[in-house]
């Protein structure tokens, strides 16, 4: 009988302790998290989770149901409410591309690299400047509904100058 009570205590500090830890983890290698309470054991369940970019899937424990979860990032442009506005709306389009790249959809991307040379000559003096423009455009068509996924976390890297978004779903 002892060795049962002994186990059960066991198991109940290694649950509470164990999730504060980690919890506490992903608050000290991270700032200002913010993560829904249902995705949270699951996204600081090991460091990378937080680091790595992409797509993530997780079985719960019922086997039954499945947590997808899109990871992205951009740099930080200031932890201001207007910088951070503008940088969820960089991440949630972000995150669809990559859900959408996960399901196997065809992206494609459009650069144009244009260079120009001008010459101004005032009768004094002739300038000649070499101006270079480069624009990426990527483009994604996909026919059907795409549905745009709640955000379930933001966070900023320990140093500040990289923003982490998190968008996800129980299935």
Known sequence: MKTRYFLVLCTLFLLVWGGTGSTLAAETDFGDVEIDEVFLPYLVAQKRFMQ????KEFALKDQKQRIIVSIVSTPSKGKNASSIAKMIKICRVKAQVELLKAEGYELSAFTKIEDRIVSIDDGKNNKIESVSTYLNVAEEK???VVHSWPVVGTWFSKDGT????AVGAVF
Do not use: D, S
Request: overall charge neutral; charged content about 20%; proline content about 0%.
């Open 162 to 165: 990289e923003f982490y978004l």
């Open 52 to 55: 790595l970019t992409g797509v």
């Open 142 to 144: 996909v026919k059907g």
